[in-house]
């Protein structure tokens, strides 16, 4: 089992930058392949950002790519997603979550979630 908290949303202005933390506890961090998603109302959940177990293997989605920078400390159990350029269409409520094996950006395919934190881009 792997538990994840998120932090570090909140309200920013259009241009703005915010950095998201998920911090993992239970089995071992470093074997777990991190994913970001992220639901706005009335969407479904979309893929934004992975990272391997090491960090050298890293995929973003198209809309964020340039933007977002996925990032993990596995000393400190944690994988970090900053944000850059916030555009008003990246207002949602951001998920981390963990899966195992290969990169993935199918939200199916990951095991463990966390609660999720509020992003709010204001234009």
């Known amino acids: 089992q792997v538990q994840l908290v998120e932090s570090g949303g909140g309200l920013v202005q259009a241009g703005g930058s915010l950095r998201l933390s998920c911090a993992a506890s239970?089995?071992?961090?470093?074997?777990?392949?991190m994913g970001w998603f992220r639901q706005a109302p009335g969407k479904e959940r979309e893929f934004v950002a992975t990272?391997?177990?090491?960090?050298?293997?890293?995929d973003y989605a198209d809309s964020v790519k340039g933007r977002f920078t996925i990032s993990r400390d596995n000393a400190k159990n944690t994988v970090y997603l900053q944000m850059n350029s916030l555009k008003p269409e990246d207002t949602a409520v951001y998920y981390c979550?963990?899966?195992?094996?290969?990169?993935?950006?199918?939200?199916?395919?990951?095991?463990?979630w966390g609660q999720g934190t509020q992003v709010t881009v204001s234009s």
């Open positions: 239970g089995r071992t961090f470093s074997s777990y392949i």
């Open positions: 990272i391997s177990w090491s960090g050298r293997g890293i």
């Open positions: 979550a963990a899966k195992t094996k290969v990169l993935g950006d199918r939200a199916e395919r990951y095991d463990y």
